[in-house]
């Protein structure tokens, strides 16, 4: 059992996934981008129940930091807030859920999955607005904020084209508490992203080719 770091609850080894949050295969673009030594460094991980890290590589939700260290989830695309977590599952038989009853989706109190007993399977991905990523208690890792800022830069564009947000949507910077002084005056000199027009131009265009 693994803890997922989004619902909180331990899940089956089997549905939880370590995600990368800058992605392992533009790991050619990490020094440019969000200046990290290795894409697997615990610092650009995740560990997530499989739908919600499905839903973070779609860019259809984000993380944004605060000052007080709070990681909030946000989530950009509509469509999904009222979807069940477990409608993106394939793995079903993994949380023992063909011992439910089948009319679970019409019940108006929890169903808690027989191979994971805190995890209630009406959950939504609506449900996880605004909830924080939980840690191990006494742990000091924290995920990068460079990384979450790039994810969320990513989120905000693909949001933008597909009219999820308004066209003036934006949100303060967040990226510089994980920079030295050195990496973010290199940043500034080499990124030709340095504005969100051309910043969701190139993320759309890389991450989902043929959107924007």
Same mark, same amino acid.
């Given at each position: 059992? =693994?803890?997922?770091?989004?619902? /909180?609850?331990? *899940?089956?080894?089997?549905?939880?996934?370590?995600?990368?949050?800058?992605?392992?295969?533009? /790991?050619?673009?990490? $020094? +440019?981008?969000?200046?990290? &030594? $290795?894409?697997?460094?615990?610092?650009?991980? *995740?560990?997530?129940?499989?739908?919600?890290?499905?839903?973070?590589?779609? *860019?259809?939700?984000?993380?944004? !930091?605060?000052?007080?260290?709070?990681? %909030?989830?946000?989530?950009?695309?509509? %469509?999904?807030?009222? @979807?069940?977590?477990? $409608?993106?599952? %394939?793995?079903?038989?993994?949380?023992?859920?063909?011992?439910? &009853?089948? /009319?679970?989706? @019409?019940?108006?109190?929890?169903?808690?999955? &027989?191979?994971?007993?805190?995890?209630?399977?009406?959950?939504?991905?609506?449900?996880?607005?605004?909830?924080?990523?939980?840690?191990?208690?006494?742990?000091?890792?924290?995920?990068?904020?460079?990384?979450? +800022?790039?994810?969320?830069?990513?989120a905000r564009a693909m949001a *933008?084209?597909?009219?999820?947000? &308004?066209? $003036? +949507?934006?949100?303060?910077?967040?990226?510089?508490?994980?920079? %030295?002084?050195?990496?973010?005056? @290199?940043? =500034? +000199?080499?990124?030709?992203?340095?504005?969100?027009? @051309?910043?969701?131009?190139?993320?759309?265009? !890389?991450?989902?080719?043929g959107l924007a």
């Amino acid at each position: 059992m =693994l803890l997922c770091m989004v619902l /909180d609850v331990r *899940l089956p080894s089997s549905v939880v996934i370590a995600s990368h949050i800058f992605r392992q295969k533009h /790991d050619g673009l990490k $020094d +440019y981008l969000v200046q990290i &030594p $290795d894409v697997d460094d615990v610092g650009n991980g *995740l560990v997530l129940f499989k739908p919600i890290e499905h839903a973070f590589d779609h *860019l259809d939700i984000a993380y944004f !930091v605060d000052k007080q260290d709070q990681f %909030t989830l946000k989530i950009y695309n509509p %469509t999904i807030k009222t @979807k069940f977590l477990v $409608d993106s599952l %394939t793995q079903w038989d993994e949380l023992g859920c063909n011992s439910i &009853p089948t /009319d679970w989706r @019409k019940s108006r109190i929890p169903i808690y999955a &027989p191979n994971a007993p805190e995890f209630n399977v009406l959950t939504t991905f609506g449900e996880l607005e605004d909830k924080t990523l939980q840690f191990p208690s006494g742990s000091a890792l924290r995920p990068f904020r460079r990384c979450l +800022y790039h994810q969320a830069q990513l989120a905000r564009a693909m949001a *933008l084209t597909q009219g999820w947000a &308004p066209k $003036d +949507y934006t949100f303060d910077d967040f990226s510089s508490e994980g920079f %030295t002084l050195e990496e973010e005056m @290199k940043l =500034l +000199y080499s990124s030709s992203l340095s504005t969100p027009e @051309k910043f969701a131009i190139v993320a759309v265009n !890389v991450i989902h080719p043929g959107l924007a």
